[in-house]
Each structure stands twice: as structure tokens, then as C-alpha cells.
């Protein structure tokens, strides 16, 4: 079955803006929301939930409780668009948005220092790096750079280029890595290296795949399986790509250090616990896309599980 066809524009609402402006300033941007956070306090006010564009899960589900089928879904939230057979590869790339991705906002006094009317409605605009404030008509008013900060009575709104590419909510994969500080660089190295940097969430903990099933960390598993629910739902991630690292002492914790002797134990040991991991993730999301490695400590990685 295809979605043949390119996918009407639907205007982005001022909703589903600012829930996507929350989504980033927790997900996406932790360090810049934190340091943000220390001089202001945010409001944001917001209903509903997801990026209003393209099929709503929520929706298709209410339909399906009233005895639709999936044609009648499908063409609903899809209009303009022809079911059918394809060959060849499995992958359907569909377009979600044409759409700037502009973030919209009112009830502002100022912005990019720019005095503004409360009453009326401006937008963020992306422009290459930067972003501009235009007029709810699309007339340019100032250069903010990089970020636009709008103040208002109690509310300050900030949104950056990224924050827009975020509200379009769809990235490729969550990255779930060790703790170990010697594998930050060689884990974003290796993101760069497949295109996904600015492309994923991540999850750090104690083993990687280890502190989510060995029984040992039988308290972290759940939050872990709740942020990747929580990313499928934020950020529309549909792989989950597990990064287990060599010399990792988490590991000897979890399984004692006769499983960790030697290399060939240790790829042995990881290799269970990463197919322990695929196998969980088949259970809870049996669409999502599972990479499994075991990283050496320069960097290379081999693909186990
Ligand atoms: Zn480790």
C-alpha cells in the first residue's frame, strides 16, 4: 500500500507550536532550556498534544472503535491521495509538511527588540540559520539571529531554527549509550558518521542495553522503555539504535567480572544482553527499527545481537 501522492499543507496551529516549543525545551535543547531557565520562568500554555500534520494516531484509532477501515482512514487524513500496491524496496517516504514550520505567537510586548501590538499575532520565521519575525501576513519586521526571544505579560517565548525543525516532530532514532564518559565522543562521532546528528534523542545509562535488561538494574528498566515511548511520541523516532561499549564496568556489575574476562567473553556477554534488548523492543514496538553494536573504546563499532 503507498500514499501515492504528494500530502496537502495543513497550517500549523498556535497549539501545537507551543507544545512543540515545550517538547524541545525538555527534549531537544536540555542544556539551553536549563540555562534559559535559571533567569525566567516559562509559561506555556497549551491542549491537545502532536504536530498536527498528517495522520493523527489518537484519530485513527476513535474511527477504528466506530467500525471504519483503514481506507476510510487513510484517505480522511490523507485526501488527494490513491492507495496501491509497490515493488521493490519497503520503504515508503512520505511528505508530512511542505510547510516552513513557522512558529506563530500573540499577547507579546516585545520581541528581537521590537516593540509589538499584544493584541496581534507575529510569527518566527526560519531563514537559513537565523530566525525572523515577521507579521502574521508574512511581512519581515526584524533579524533576531539565531534565536527570537518574545516577552509579554509573564510569558516569554523563545524559538530558534531548530525549534522549528522540531515542530515538524519527525527524527530518525534514539541513540541509547553508556554512561561512560569515554564513549560521549566516539557515540556523537559515529551519529555524525550516519547522518544522524540533529536527527536523534538519546538515552544514557549505566550499560546501555545492559542497565535496561540485566536484571541486576531491574529498577531502570522501566524508565527507559517510558522514554522511548515518550520519544516515539515526541519526536516520531523508528529506530532505536543500542550502543554497548568494551571496558565497560557496568557491564562487570551486572554479570560479574568472569563474564568480561576476555574479549571473546565480554562480545559474548554483550552480544546476549543486545539481543535481550532487540527482543524487548520487538515486544513493546514491533515496527520499530533495532541496531545493536558493541562499540571498542577508538570508536569501531561492531554489530552484534
Ligand atoms: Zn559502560
Redesign the pocket.
Known amino acids: 500500500m503507498s500514499l501515492a501522492s504528494a500530502l496537502p499543507i495543513r497550517p500549523r496551529r498556535l497549539v501545537a507550536s507551543l507544545l512543540a516549543l515545550a517538547a524541545v525545551l525538555v527534549c531537544a535543547f536540555g542544556a539551553t532550556a536549563a540555562s534559559a531557565r535559571a533567569q525566567v520562568n516559562w509559561v506555556v500554555h497549551g491542549h491537545g498534544f502532536g504536530h498536527g500534520v498528517g495522520l493523527s494516531a489518537y484519530g485513527a484509532y476513535g474511527y477504528a472503535l466506530h467500525g471504519k477501515g483503514y481506507k476510510f482512514i487513510l484517505g480522511h487524513y490523507y485526501p488527494g491521495t490513491t492507495l496501491g500496491q509497490i515493488s521493490g524496496p519497503n520503504v515508503v517516504r512520505v511528505l508530512l509538511s511542505t510547510t516552513s514550520g513557522d512558529v506563530t505567537f500573540s499577547e507579546a510586548t516585545s520581541a528581537c527588540h521590537t516593540k509589538l501590538e499584544p493584541t496581534r499575532t507575529y510569527e518566527a520565521h526560519r531563514l537559513g540559520n537565523t530566525v525572523v519575525l515577521r507579521s502574521s501576513g508574512g511581512k519581515p519586521l526584524a533579524k533576531c539571529g539565531a534565536t527570537l526571544r518574545a516577552a509579554g505579560a509573564g510569558v516569554l517565548l523563545a524559538a530558534s531554527p531548530r525549534l522549528v525543525r522540531a515542530a515538524s516532530g519527525k527524527y530518525e532514532a534514539m541513540i541509547l549509550a553508556?554512561?561512560?564518559p569515554?564513549?560521549q565522543e566516539p557515540v556523537c562521532s559515529y551519529a555524525a558518521k550516519h547522518g544522524l546528528t540533529g536527527q536523534y534523542s538519546q538515552f544514557a545509562i549505566?550499560?546501555?542495553a545492559?542497565g535496561v535488561v540485566a536484571p541486576k538494574f531491574a529498577d531502570w528498566h522501566k524508565t527507559f522503555w517510558d522514554n522511548l515511548a515518550t520519544s516515539i511520541e515526541l519526536h516520531q523516532v523508528g529506530k532505536v539504535i543500542a550502543i554497548?561499549?568494551r571496558?565497560?564496568?557496568?557491564?562487570k556489575i551486572a554479570y560479574g567480572e568472569a563474564a568480561v574476562a576476555d574479549p571473546a567473553r565480554e562480545t559474548e556477554t554483550h552480544r546476549k544482553a543486545l539481543a535481550q534488548f532487540r527482543e524487548e523492543v520487538g515486544k513493546r514496538h514491533p515496527n520499530m527499527a533495532v541496531e545493536t553494536g558493541l562499540m571498542a573504546l577508538d570508536g569501531s563499532m561492531e554489530m552484534l545481537g
Open positions: 553508556c554512561i561512560d569515554r564513549t549505566a550499560g546501555a545492559i554497548d561499549h571496558d565497560c564496568g557496568a557491564a
